[in-house]
């Protein structure tokens, strides 16, 4: 993990016709409208490559290899991000259910959720969308 990948504050704001133009129809829906991808049809679930996974909106740094496991859940999910202040969380209404929801700290794209039930170090999982993410093989 290289400090050059630590969010340094900038956050990326655009209007929605322009994210309209940046996204897929997917990605839009997820990122911009909190929607949720099906589990076990998306690009990354169980993908074991090592790298690093990208905002898919702004391509802030998100999340690592390094801390991807496989929870069954059938998306994506790590027990930490790539750095803390890379990603926040908000409490949902009836968060132990649902968990906190997950944003990119830079855009605001929602990613996912995170729930306590994640393995050591952290007891945290991130489950996270793979149409949220872009995957940089480095
Ligand atoms: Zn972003």
């Known amino acids: 993990m290289s400090e050059k990948d630590r969010f340094d ?3 990326v704001e655009l209007t929605e016709s ?17 929607g949720t ?5 998306n690009a990354y679930f169980d993908l074991k490559d090592e790298g690093r ?25 790590f027990y930490a991000p790539i750095f803390d202040e890379n990603v926040k969380t ?3 209404t009836n968060f132990s259910i ?9 855009c605001n794209g929602h990613l996912g959720h995170v729930f306590e039930d994640g393995p050591q170090p952290t007891n945290l999982r991130y489950c996270i969308n793979s149409a949220a993410l872009k995957f940089d093989k480095t």
């Not at 133009?21 to 997820?30: A, K, M, P």
């Not at 991808?37 to 049809?41: A, I, S, V, W």
């Not at 990208?54 to 999910?77: E, M, R, T, V």
């Open 53 to 77: 996974y990208l905002c898919a909106g702004c391509a802030l740094p998100l999340f690592s290899s390094k801390h991807k496991y496989d929870s069954g859940s059938g998306w994506p999910s």
């Open 18 to 34: 322009k994210w309209k133009e940046r996204l897929s129809e997917e990605q839009y829906s997820i990122l911009r409208k909190g």
């Open 9 to 11: 504050g900038n956050a």
């Open 37 to 41: 991808e099906p589990p076990f049809q």
């Open 98 to 106: 649902f968990g906190r929801e997950v944003f990119c700290s830079s």
């Open 90 to 92: 908000e409490d949902h």
